[in-house]
């Protein structure tokens, strides 16, 4: 057992990766993925630009569509956000290794929630703000999954890939 244990660690981290601490001034991140939420199965796409080697300021889109039942009809509803956010990124301060990205930062946007006419249970439009921390791990220079956890305008949380250029 314990050779079988070495043998997946040496298989998970036998890659070495020559990432450089998270999004450089001037580097830009394409973030895609899912988020969990319990109004449907949230899909994002976002930028960050780093505009210091710590701190990066970006915008996302998400959208989600999901259906419920109430008072015996189904309804379906439709959630898009737009959203911009700001994150420190705490790798050098740490001094965490430069595979892992840890972060935490605010989000300020715009949802609009769309219902049918008739259901009486939430919807509409309006500004949403909020705060999210997570982290990413780097397989090499332009790529990782991240991580992340939030509330505001987007959703409960996300998971997804990272690519840098």
Not at 33 to 47: A, I, Q, T
Not at 80 to 106: C, T
Not at 133 to 140: A, E, L
């Amino acid at each position: 057992m314990k050779h079988i244990l070495i043998a997946v660690c040496i298989l998970l981290f036998g890659f070495k990766s020559y990432a450089q601490y998270p999004l450089a001034k001037g580097q830009k991140q394409l973030n895609a993925g899912f988020g969990f939420s319990s109004w449907g199965l949230p899909v994002y796409v976002g930028l960050d630009f780093g505009v210091h080697k710590d701190i990066s300021v970006g915008g996302e889109f998400s959208f989600r569509s999901f259906s419920d039942n109430f008072k015996g009809t189904s309804y379906s509803h439709t959630i898009i956000a737009l959203a911009a956010n700001g994150n420190y990124h705490f790798s050098s301060l740490l001094n965490i290794p430069k595979e892992w990205d840890a972060y935490a930062g605010l989000n300020l946007g715009f949802y609009s929630w769309s219902s049918p006419t008739g259901y009486n249970g939430g919807g509409g439009s309006g500004i949403g703000m909020g705060a999210q921390f997570g982290g990413r791990y780097y397989f090499n220079t332009k790529f990782a999954v991240n991580l992340e956890l939030d509330g505001g305008t987007t959703s409960g949380g996300k998971i997804g890939l990272t690519m840098k250029f």
